[in-house]
């Protein structure tokens, strides 16, 4: 069955620096991965998928992803935090694309002024 | 991406009463819709999956008679939490699905948070 693991509970950044969010996943075949945002009182929102091809993925919000099967991982990037990111970021595996996704725990962002 | 409602966003009910959350598509109709839970500092944890026209399926665990899964129609999904006690209190959210394909993307309702006294 597949997993994933955030290893991060809450990470602090200071704004304007650069972030990486950890994401490791288990899963036998290829992995359709996946990183969702929620705000405060709001629903998740899709940053960036994975489902094939090139292995750097952009997503909306400036964010990216890198998958990297050899590590089983799929690392979240911002180049610069504004403090509009603070939120519960969620990384998530499917068998198959969109379906039945198995979410981490999800990571914490602090942005400190 | 598309809209999805789910009402109410917090419910407080007492033990032994049930409890329905609404999960609603705004703009777009939605053939598969999904719901999660999520306890404290855990995962969110997929409940079942329910197809417009046919029955939810469950995930292993989950107890359908408990959890009631309704789509009533291709913008309505509800879940029932009959005769709920406090182990019932959690975070559940719903997305929304246009299509049954794994490619269709799923839009997330902004969840409930059911309390159980």
């Known amino acids: 069955a597949q997993s994933v693991t955030q290893p991060d509970i809450h990470i602090t950044v200071s704004e304007g620096a650069s972030l990486e969010l950890r994401c490791n996943y288990s899963?036998?075949?290829?992995?359709?991965l996946f990183w969702y945002v929620q705000s405060p009182g709001q629903g998740l929102q899709l940053l960036l998928k994975?489902?094939?091809?090139?292995?750097l993925v952009q997503g909306i919000k400036g964010f990216e992803a890198e998958f990297k099967r050899s590590q089983s991982s799929f690392n979240l990037r911002k180049p610069s935090v504004h403090w509009s990111d603070a939120a519960e970021y969620f990384c998530a595996v499917g068998a198959g694309g969109f379906q039945k996704l198995v979410f981490g725990t999800g990571t914490r962002l602090l942005v400190s002024p | 991406g598309a809209v999805v409602s789910q009402h109410p966003s917090r419910v407080i009910c007492k033990s032994g009463t049930s409890v329905k959350i609404e999960c609603r598509s705004l703009?777009?109709?939605?053939?598969?819709m999904f719901w999660y839970r999520q306890f404290p500092k855990q995962s969110l944890m997929l409940m079942a999956t329910?197809?417009?026209?046919?029955?939810?399926?469950?995930e292993q665990g989950v107890e359908k008679d408990k959890f009631l899964i309704n789509h009533a129609s291709l913008t309505l999904s509800t879940l029932t939490v009959t005769s709920a006690h406090p182990e019932d209190s959690s975070f559940y959210i719903c997305?929304?699905?246009?299509?049954?394909?794994?490619?269709?993307?799923?839009?997330f309702g902004q969840g409930t948070r059911l309390t159980v006294v």
């Open positions: 997305s929304a699905s246009g299509g049954r394909g794994g490619n269709t993307e799923a839009f």
């Open positions: 703009d777009f109709q939605a053939t598969t």
């Open positions: 899963y036998g075949a290829t992995p359709y």
């Open positions: 994975y489902f094939s091809g090139d292995t």
């Open positions: 329910s197809n417009e026209g046919s029955k939810a399926t469950y």
